[in-house]
């Protein structure tokens, strides 16, 4: 919104506030929603299995459970949460310097200079930042399995690399 000298400084915040409102809106976190259900669903399910078994399985007789086992159970379980929770906690967080991509074993941290791009092909599972050395970055936040919601993030990282790269210049 152009502000002339006609305008009143009123009507001139309210369009700076709605450019910063959407601006804001822009550096929104990108999480999975689908993968982040299904992530907590699963962890919470298997946990609940494995803490079952390890309490329901015979305690004597000749097919007895021992303790070792029934402790290898629970640690088994908390690996495979620890692993589920990894999934869920798939996310790309946008601020003014750059974008912090936590997939699921590594978190890298890029400046928006070196973000070139994106690709999110109708057989990508994922968005891919084309980036300034070469190595594609998975950013596992935006899923194909989330359908429509996840083509809109597509544009909405787009949007926000295109936004940062024209700032920036």
């Given amino acids: 919104m152009t502000v002339s000298a006609g305008q009143s400084g009123r009507e001139g915040r309210s369009g700076r506030e709605g450019r910063e409102a959407a601006i804001a809106d822009l550096h929104r976190p990108f999480v999975s929603r689908r993968g982040r259900i299904v992530a907590w669903v699963m ?3 298997q946990a609940l299995a494995f803490i079952a078994c390890a309490l329901l399985l015979p305690w004597s007789g000749v097919d007895q459970v021992g303790i070792n086992d029934r402790i290898g159970l629970l640690v088994i379980a908390v690996f495979i949460g620890w692993g589920m929770s990894r999934f869920g906690g798939v996310r790309a967080t946008p601020s ?7 997939n699921l074993l590594i978190t890298r941290t ?3 200079r070196e973000v070139e791009g994106l690709n999110f092909g109708v057989s990508d599972p994922w968005v891919t930042l084309n980036t300034e050395d070469g190595d594609p970055l998975a950013v596992m936040a935006i899923q194909r399995a989330d359908g429509e919601p996840a083509r809109s993030e597509a544009e909405r990282l787009a949007t926000l690399i295109e936004y940062h790269h024209t700032t920036a210049q």
């Avoid at 003014?96 to 936590?102: D, M, N, Q, Y």
């Fill in 43 to 45: 962890g919470v399910g």
């Fill in 96 to 102: 003014k310097e750059g974008l912090v991509v936590r």
């Fill in 110 to 112: 890029l400046t928006w």
